[in-house]
């Protein structure tokens, strides 16, 4: 298994332009989640998925953020209008089980966005 | 709300020691703990889990172990190798289904 995709790796993009980041997790995962990493706030779930319906997107920061997952395979999280303070590394990480599940997630490789 | 806190400070230790991690937890205490290693430009990679009832486990040279009455777990790596150098990170779920992570401790191993 190729494990979690993400595109692109690296994201560098002027403040008020959109950005949109890919995942794809492992198959035969029910819940995918995205986080966002950063020096000052660690690690912080965004918002997450189980079979493909959002079920928490109370981390997302702003109305400025927005997650799909249109099916099994594929999510994006986009940001429209990118600001500097978003520049972080944005992690995708999926799960076997759904629910409060005690199952380990997998990781992305993550993509970095700078904002300037 | 549950908070996870590591050592901030990163631990310098020589090859063939035993390197050893703390997490303490805030709040009520988690049905399980988990542990990730992270390695620059990467994402976690899981580790251990241990549950509430399990005071220890381990895993080749890892030894994690769950104390409830003092709300911490404690990362152990025997014969600890150059390689073994990265951020880990201690993790477990609230009460609302959500992973949270502590800021994890970034772990030196000289040779």
């Known amino acids: 298994d190729a494990g979690v995709i993400q595109s692109p790796r690296h994201e560098v993009t002027e403040m008020g332009q959109e950005v949109t980041l890919r995942c794809k997790p492992i198959s035969g995962h029910n819940s995918l989640f995205w986080y966002r990493q950063t020096m000052m706030r660690g690690l912080e779930l965004l918002i997450y998925?189980?079979?493909?319906?959002?079920?928490?997107d109370s981390g997302m920061p702003e109305d400025r953020f927005s997650a799909k997952m249109p099916n099994a395979s594929f999510s994006t999280l986009k940001i429209q209008p990118s600001e500097p303070r978003d520049s972080a590394v944005y992690f995708c990480a999926s799960r076997p089980g759904g629910g409060a599940a005690s199952y380990e997630q997998y990781f992305g490789p993550g993509t970095r966005l700078t904002v300037t | 709300s549950q908070k996870i806190e590591q050592n901030s400070e990163a631990l310098n230790i020589q090859e063939g020691k035993t390197a050893t991690l703390t997490c303490n937890y805030t709040?009520?205490?988690?049905?399980?703990l988990q542990w990730y290693r992270q390695d620059p430009g990467r994402g976690p990679v899981f580790l251990l889990l241990i549950r509430e009832n399990e005071k220890e486990k381990r895993k080749e040279r890892l030894k994690v172990t769950f104390d409830t009455t003092l709300k911490q777990s404690l990362f152990h790596i025997t014969a600890s190798q150059p390689a073994d150098s990265a951020t880990y990170l201690c993790?477990?779920?609230?009460?609302?289904?959500?992973?949270?992570f502590g800021q994890g401790t970034e772990l030196s191993v000289k040779p």
């Open positions: 998925f189980n079979n493909n319906v959002p079920i928490d």
């Open positions: 709040n009520y205490s988690p049905a399980y």
């Open positions: 993790a477990t779920y609230n009460q609302g289904g959500k992973l949270i």
